[in-house]
């Protein structure tokens, strides 16, 4: 379960804990009445992938309700896509309307450039190489070539791989 917290930015006022939409409507209404306008939005706990999605999206109280039906709703590769995208490619992403899914951002996961050139040759992204010559590729330099257009990230502690179209 993920838990926020809501800061005032008035100081005489008090912030509090949430886990959903309702628990902080209620809470910034019954606390503080309806004088107090501001809050920052602070991720407290919750799974990491959560986390980088919040962190990416730059959540504040505009877009929390967003915000809580992505991270329920979404799968872990529309997330991934997300923060990918958002937050490493500085992709533009408006939470109320735009998809996740339509961005042209290709992940993978492995933990090395080297995995990620051994499979696109076992993949035939090279063609069609002989058995005899397979003892032969420098999977190195294909690993190096591969890195001018491919970064690697660490979420919640797995490694990928992307590329951003």
């Given at each position: 379960m993920t838990t926020l917290f809501a800061q005032p930015y008035d100081f005489t006022a008090n912030g509090f804990y949430f886990h959903n939409l309702d628990e902080y409507v209620t809470k910034s209404f019954n606390l503080n009445g309806p004088l107090i306008e501001e809050y920052e939005i602070q991720f407290i706990e919750g799974e990491g992938i959560d986390y980088k999605l919040f962190e990416a999206l730059n959540i504040t109280q505009c877009n929390i309700e967003a915000y809580f039906n992505a991270a329920l709703n979404w799968d872990e590769g529309q997330k991934l896509k997300a923060i990918i995208a958002v937050g490493e490619c500085a992709y533009k992403f408006d939470l109320s309307s735009d998809n996740p899914d339509d961005f042209d951002v290709d992940i993978y996961q492995f933990d090395t450039m080297r995995e990620l050139a051994e499979q696109f040759v076992e993949d035939g992204l090279?063609?069609?190489?002989?058995?005899?010559?397979?003892?032969?590729?420098?999977?190195?330099?294909?690993?190096?070539?591969?890195?001018m257009d491919y970064s690697e990230i660490t979420i919640d502690g797995t490694r990928y791989i992307y590329r951003c179209a």
């Open positions: 090279y063609g069609t190489i002989p058995q005899s010559l397979k003892y032969y590729i420098d999977y190195d330099a294909i690993a190096r070539d591969l890195s």
